[in-house]
Protein backbone atom coordinates (compact mmCIF):
# COMPACT_ATOMS: atom_id res chain seq x y z
CA UNK A 1 0.00 0.00 0.00
CA UNK A 2 1.35 3.31 -0.95
CA UNK A 3 1.98 6.11 2.02
CA UNK A 4 0.24 9.76 0.80
CA UNK A 5 1.14 12.83 2.54
CA UNK A 6 -2.81 12.67 3.98
CA UNK A 7 -1.90 9.40 5.89
CA UNK A 8 1.64 10.03 7.05
CA UNK A 9 0.20 12.20 10.06
CA UNK A 10 -1.82 9.07 11.70
CA UNK A 11 0.42 6.03 10.14
CA UNK A 12 2.77 5.45 13.74
CA UNK A 13 6.44 5.04 13.36
CA UNK A 14 7.62 1.28 11.86
CA UNK A 15 8.68 -1.22 14.55
CA UNK A 16 11.88 -1.02 13.28
CA UNK A 17 12.36 2.53 14.29
CA UNK A 18 12.08 3.19 18.17
CA UNK A 19 9.69 6.59 19.18
CA UNK A 20 11.70 9.23 19.84
CA UNK A 21 11.82 12.35 21.01
CA UNK A 22 13.97 15.80 21.53
CA UNK A 23 13.73 19.50 22.72
CA UNK A 24 15.18 22.49 22.05
CA UNK A 25 14.98 23.95 18.76
CA UNK A 26 12.73 23.17 15.89
CA UNK A 27 14.17 21.86 12.56
CA UNK A 28 13.19 23.79 9.66
CA UNK A 29 11.71 22.21 6.65
CA UNK A 30 14.00 23.34 3.62
CA UNK A 31 14.55 20.26 1.58
CA UNK A 32 13.31 21.67 -0.59
CA UNK A 33 14.38 21.25 -1.27
CA UNK A 34 17.14 20.02 -2.18
CA UNK A 35 16.61 18.99 -3.98
CA UNK A 36 15.35 20.21 -2.10
CA UNK A 37 16.59 19.05 -2.27
CA UNK A 38 16.72 20.16 -3.80
CA UNK A 39 20.39 25.40 -4.43
CA UNK A 40 31.03 30.95 -0.84
CA UNK A 41 33.04 28.17 -3.06
CA UNK A 42 35.24 28.68 -5.82
CA UNK A 43 33.50 28.29 -8.46
CA UNK A 44 33.99 25.83 -11.32
CA UNK A 45 33.60 28.22 -14.23
CA UNK A 46 30.15 29.64 -12.85
CA UNK A 47 29.03 32.71 -11.91
CA UNK A 48 26.02 33.81 -10.44
CA UNK A 49 24.06 36.13 -12.87
CA UNK A 50 26.48 34.98 -15.39
CA UNK A 51 26.15 33.49 -18.74
CA UNK A 52 26.49 30.31 -17.20
CA UNK A 53 23.67 30.56 -14.86
CA UNK A 54 21.35 31.71 -17.49
CA UNK A 55 21.35 28.40 -19.44
CA UNK A 56 18.48 26.29 -18.55
CA UNK A 57 19.31 22.66 -18.17
CA UNK A 58 17.43 21.58 -20.80
CA UNK A 59 19.14 18.00 -20.73
CA UNK A 60 17.78 17.46 -17.16
CA UNK A 61 15.32 14.60 -17.24
CA UNK A 62 13.23 14.75 -13.83
CA UNK A 63 11.18 11.63 -12.88
CA UNK A 64 7.62 12.53 -11.38
CA UNK A 65 7.28 10.34 -8.12
CA UNK A 66 6.45 9.93 -4.23
CA UNK A 67 9.57 8.84 -2.48
CA UNK A 68 8.84 7.81 0.95
CA UNK A 69 11.60 7.55 3.87
CA UNK A 70 12.60 6.16 7.16
CA UNK A 71 13.89 8.87 8.82
CA UNK A 72 16.35 8.41 12.56
CA UNK A 73 18.95 10.11 14.26
CA UNK A 74 22.46 10.18 12.88
CA UNK A 75 24.29 12.11 14.97
CA UNK A 76 23.80 14.37 18.41
CA UNK A 77 26.47 16.28 19.19
CA UNK A 78 27.81 17.49 22.75
CA UNK A 79 25.56 19.77 24.51
CA UNK A 80 22.66 19.01 22.10
CA UNK A 81 20.30 17.50 24.25
CA UNK A 82 18.92 15.10 22.18
CA UNK A 83 18.76 11.18 22.85
CA UNK A 84 17.03 10.21 19.66
CA UNK A 85 15.05 10.97 16.72
CA UNK A 86 12.69 9.09 14.60
CA UNK A 87 9.90 9.68 11.52
CA UNK A 88 9.01 9.68 8.40
CA UNK A 89 9.36 12.13 5.48
CA UNK A 90 7.48 11.75 1.95
CA UNK A 91 8.54 14.04 -0.71
CA UNK A 92 6.20 14.13 -3.98
CA UNK A 93 7.12 15.54 -7.36
CA UNK A 94 4.36 16.22 -9.90
CA UNK A 95 4.70 17.06 -13.55
CA UNK A 96 1.57 19.44 -13.93
CA UNK A 97 2.74 20.49 -18.00
CA UNK A 98 3.76 24.30 -17.28
CA UNK A 99 5.34 23.45 -13.85
CA UNK A 100 6.41 21.38 -11.20
CA UNK A 101 4.41 20.64 -8.13
CA UNK A 102 6.58 19.82 -5.31
CA UNK A 103 5.02 18.61 -1.84
CA UNK A 104 7.11 17.49 1.05
CA UNK A 105 5.57 16.38 4.77
CA UNK A 106 8.70 15.68 7.48
CA UNK A 107 7.01 14.24 11.21
CA UNK A 108 9.27 13.54 13.54
CA UNK A 109 9.59 12.79 17.17
CA UNK A 110 11.89 13.84 19.62
CA UNK A 111 13.67 13.02 22.50
CA UNK A 112 15.55 14.92 24.96
CA UNK A 113 18.07 13.45 27.38
CA UNK A 114 16.09 14.22 30.20
CA UNK A 115 13.21 12.16 28.88
CA UNK A 116 11.26 14.67 27.51
CA UNK A 117 9.82 14.03 24.25
CA UNK A 118 7.75 16.50 21.38
CA UNK A 119 6.42 15.87 17.81
CA UNK A 120 6.95 18.03 14.92
CA UNK A 121 5.14 18.10 11.41
CA UNK A 122 6.44 20.48 8.90
CA UNK A 123 4.74 20.81 5.61
CA UNK A 124 6.08 22.20 2.44
CA UNK A 125 4.11 22.41 -0.79
CA UNK A 126 4.86 24.72 -4.07
CA UNK A 127 4.49 25.22 -7.49
CA UNK A 128 7.28 26.14 -9.76
CA UNK A 129 7.04 27.02 -13.69
CA UNK A 130 9.50 24.94 -15.72
CA UNK A 131 11.12 28.35 -16.97
CA UNK A 132 11.87 28.93 -13.76
CA UNK A 133 10.51 31.95 -13.23
CA UNK A 134 7.77 31.47 -10.76
CA UNK A 135 7.39 30.35 -7.45
CA UNK A 136 4.39 29.75 -5.26
CA UNK A 137 4.80 28.20 -1.59
CA UNK A 138 3.36 27.37 1.09
CA UNK A 139 4.72 26.18 4.32
CA UNK A 140 3.37 24.82 8.05
CA UNK A 141 5.50 23.75 11.02
CA UNK A 142 3.36 22.29 14.01
CA UNK A 143 4.54 21.30 17.22
CA UNK A 144 2.64 19.44 19.80
CA UNK A 145 -0.54 19.61 17.72
CA UNK A 146 0.06 23.86 17.62
CA UNK A 147 0.45 25.22 14.79
CA UNK A 148 3.75 27.03 15.30
CA UNK A 149 4.23 28.98 12.33
CA UNK A 150 2.49 29.24 8.79
CA UNK A 151 4.19 31.17 5.71
CA UNK A 152 2.39 31.57 2.40
CA UNK A 153 3.15 33.60 -0.64
CA UNK A 154 4.74 33.82 -4.48
CA UNK A 155 7.76 34.99 -5.91
CA UNK A 156 8.91 35.97 -9.30
CA UNK A 157 12.13 36.40 -11.56
CA UNK A 158 12.37 39.05 -14.11
CA UNK A 159 14.52 36.79 -16.37
CA UNK A 160 16.94 33.74 -16.29
CA UNK A 161 19.76 34.95 -14.52
CA UNK A 162 18.20 38.34 -13.40
CA UNK A 163 16.45 40.11 -9.77
CA UNK A 164 13.42 39.52 -8.62
CA UNK A 165 11.14 39.59 -5.53
CA UNK A 166 9.08 37.92 -3.12
CA UNK A 167 6.03 38.38 -1.28
CA UNK A 168 4.63 36.91 1.92
CA UNK A 169 0.95 36.96 2.75
CA UNK A 170 1.30 35.10 6.01
CA UNK A 171 2.40 35.47 8.56
CA UNK A 172 2.35 38.94 7.49
CA UNK A 173 2.50 41.10 4.36
CA UNK A 174 6.03 41.15 3.61
CA UNK A 175 8.09 41.79 0.26
CA UNK A 176 11.64 41.88 -0.75
CA UNK A 177 14.02 41.81 -3.22
CA UNK A 178 15.60 38.59 -4.78
CA UNK A 179 19.11 39.10 -6.21
CA UNK A 180 20.11 38.51 -9.63
CA UNK A 181 20.34 35.00 -10.22
CA UNK A 182 18.44 33.55 -7.57
CA UNK A 183 16.99 29.90 -8.71
CA UNK A 184 14.04 28.37 -7.61
CA UNK A 185 14.16 24.83 -5.70
CA UNK A 186 12.96 22.56 -8.82
CA UNK A 187 15.06 24.44 -11.12
CA UNK A 188 18.43 24.55 -8.58
CA UNK A 189 18.33 20.71 -8.21
CA UNK A 190 18.17 20.28 -12.19
CA UNK A 191 21.15 22.64 -12.50
CA UNK A 192 23.37 20.22 -9.72
CA UNK A 193 22.41 17.45 -11.92
CA UNK A 194 23.82 19.12 -15.22
CA UNK A 195 26.79 20.27 -13.22
CA UNK A 196 27.28 16.73 -12.13
CA UNK A 197 27.20 15.37 -15.29
CA UNK A 198 29.62 17.86 -16.91
CA UNK A 199 32.21 16.74 -14.29
CA UNK A 200 32.05 20.09 -12.03
CA UNK A 201 33.26 19.21 -8.61
CA UNK A 202 31.36 22.28 -6.97
CA UNK A 203 29.03 25.27 -7.72
CA UNK A 204 27.42 28.42 -5.77
CA UNK A 205 23.97 29.62 -6.62
CA UNK A 206 21.28 31.92 -4.52
CA UNK A 207 18.24 29.99 -4.02
CA UNK A 208 14.86 30.73 -2.67
CA UNK A 209 12.15 27.91 -1.38
CA UNK A 210 9.54 30.29 0.51
CA UNK A 211 10.76 28.54 3.59
CA UNK A 212 12.06 31.58 6.07
CA UNK A 213 10.79 35.14 6.10
CA UNK A 214 13.85 36.62 5.08
CA UNK A 215 15.87 36.59 1.68
CA UNK A 216 17.41 33.90 -0.33
CA UNK A 217 20.35 31.69 0.48
CA UNK A 218 23.40 30.96 -0.42
CA UNK A 219 23.94 27.71 -1.98
CA UNK A 220 26.95 25.87 -1.58
CA UNK A 221 27.36 22.25 -3.40
CA UNK A 222 30.05 19.97 -3.66
CA UNK A 223 29.69 17.22 -6.13
CA UNK A 224 31.26 13.65 -5.95
CA UNK A 225 31.26 9.96 -6.55
CA UNK A 226 28.57 7.81 -6.02
CA UNK A 227 28.53 6.58 -2.36
CA UNK A 228 27.99 2.79 -1.94
CA UNK A 229 24.34 1.50 -2.56
CA UNK A 230 22.46 1.27 0.54
CA UNK A 231 21.29 -1.96 1.85
CA UNK A 232 17.98 -0.61 2.85
CA UNK A 233 14.95 -2.66 1.13
CA UNK A 234 13.15 -0.17 -1.48
CA UNK A 235 9.35 -0.97 -1.87
CA UNK A 236 7.68 0.03 -4.70
CA UNK A 237 8.96 0.91 -8.57
CA UNK A 238 12.33 0.30 -7.94
CA UNK A 239 12.78 0.38 -11.96
CA UNK A 240 13.12 4.47 -11.38
CA UNK A 241 16.44 4.00 -10.25
CA UNK A 242 18.44 1.21 -12.27
CA UNK A 243 20.62 2.36 -15.16
CA UNK A 244 20.95 5.80 -13.37
CA UNK A 245 24.27 8.32 -12.85
CA UNK A 246 24.50 9.13 -9.41
CA UNK A 247 26.46 11.55 -7.09
CA UNK A 248 27.38 11.87 -3.89
CA UNK A 249 25.92 16.29 -3.52
CA UNK A 250 26.51 18.04 -0.11
CA UNK A 251 24.51 21.16 -0.24
CA UNK A 252 25.42 23.92 2.87
CA UNK A 253 23.15 26.28 3.45
CA UNK A 254 23.89 30.35 4.54
CA UNK A 255 21.91 33.23 4.66
CA UNK A 256 22.58 35.47 2.25
CA UNK A 257 25.45 37.82 2.88
CA UNK A 258 27.10 35.59 5.78
CA UNK A 259 29.79 34.26 3.14
CA UNK A 260 32.27 33.06 6.36
CA UNK A 261 29.88 31.93 9.03
CA UNK A 262 28.81 28.03 9.32
CA UNK A 263 25.84 27.11 7.45
CA UNK A 264 22.34 27.46 8.82
CA UNK A 265 22.33 23.67 7.64
CA UNK A 266 23.59 21.10 5.52
CA UNK A 267 21.98 18.29 3.20
CA UNK A 268 24.14 15.29 1.71
CA UNK A 269 22.27 13.55 -0.80
CA UNK A 270 23.11 10.27 -2.97
CA UNK A 271 21.19 11.85 -5.88
CA UNK A 272 20.31 10.20 -9.11
CA UNK A 273 20.51 11.78 -12.52
CA UNK A 274 16.83 11.50 -12.84
CA UNK A 275 16.00 13.90 -9.53
CA UNK A 276 15.52 10.77 -6.88
CA UNK A 277 17.28 10.95 -3.88
CA UNK A 278 18.37 7.52 -2.80
CA UNK A 279 19.22 8.99 0.57
CA UNK A 280 19.75 12.03 2.66
CA UNK A 281 21.26 13.50 5.88
CA UNK A 282 20.04 16.81 7.14
CA UNK A 283 22.53 18.34 9.52
CA UNK A 284 20.98 20.66 11.92
CA UNK A 285 24.78 21.51 13.54
CA UNK A 286 23.75 20.30 17.05
CA UNK A 287 22.41 17.04 15.58
CA UNK A 288 22.05 15.23 12.42
CA UNK A 289 19.07 13.22 10.85
CA UNK A 290 19.47 10.26 8.19
CA UNK A 291 16.71 9.58 5.53
CA UNK A 292 16.67 6.43 3.52
CA UNK A 293 14.26 5.55 0.78
CA UNK A 294 12.52 2.77 1.67
CA UNK A 295 9.12 3.31 -1.18
CA UNK A 296 9.02 4.24 -4.42
CA UNK A 297 5.96 5.47 -6.49
CA UNK A 298 5.90 6.52 -10.36
CA UNK A 299 3.67 9.09 -10.90
CA UNK A 300 1.99 9.66 -14.18
CA UNK A 301 3.16 12.16 -16.44
CA UNK A 302 0.54 14.67 -18.13
CA UNK A 303 -0.52 14.70 -21.94
CA UNK A 304 0.17 18.66 -22.44
Given at each position: MDITLEDLATRPAPPSCPLITLSFRRPRVQIAVLLAAVCVFPLAGLQIGGAAAQQRPQDVVLVPHRATYDMKLSVARANSGIADVNGRMVLETVDSCDGWEVKQRIKLKFLRNDGEEFDTDSTFTSYESKDGLGLRFSVRNIQDNEVEEELRGQADLEGQGGKGRASFTLPEIRSFELPAGTLFPTTHLARIIRHARDGDKSATYYV??????????????????????????????????????????????????????????????????????????????????????VQLQALPRPRC
Open positions: FDGARLDGAFQVNAVIGKAPRSSSTPIRGDVALLRNQPSWSVRLAFFAAGDQGANPEYELALDLLANGIARSMVLDYGDFAVDARL
